[in-house]
């Protein structure tokens, strides 16, 4: 069975950083465009970034353009968090799909992890 298993998530204050990690089982990322998304309580699933399969080209959601940068290295995909906001507080999943070149959309996506949590309180 093919899954997605996301760690590093936590609890971190305001101005801090967290780094998110994305492994898989059964299957090889290197083929798939991969995403992060979050879900906050009573708020949609959005998406914060994503890369392409191939030339690893990078997006970004607005809200987090600066502060989050996604990478891939060794059949993992990351997400680094910097300046963390209380507003950055959600549930991080990371998300693969066999289209070449990601997107924000969830339907998009054929492959799920369970989620991370990210809380950032003072």
């Known amino acids: 069975q093919r899954q997605l298993v996301e760690s590093g998530g936590g609890l971190a204050q305001p101005g801090d950083a967290l780094r998110l990690s994305c492994a898989a089982s059964?299957?090889?990322?290197?083929?798939?465009?991969v995403a992060w998304f979050r879900q906050a309580p009573g708020k949609e699933r959005e998406g914060v970034a994503c890369?392409?399969?191939?030339?690893?080209r990078t997006y970004y959601a607005d809200s987090v353009k600066g502060r989050f940068t996604i990478s891939r290295d060794n059949a993992k995909v990351y997400l680094q968090l910097d300046s963390l906001r209380p507003e950055d507080t959600a549930v991080y999943y990371c998300a693969a799909t066999s289209l070449v070149i990601g997107s924000f959309y969830v339907r998009d996506y054929d492959y799920w992890g369970q989620g991370t949590q990210v809380t950032v309180s003072s």
């Open positions: 890369i392409s399969n191939g030339d690893g």
């Open positions: 059964n299957m090889t990322l290197d083929y798939y465009a």
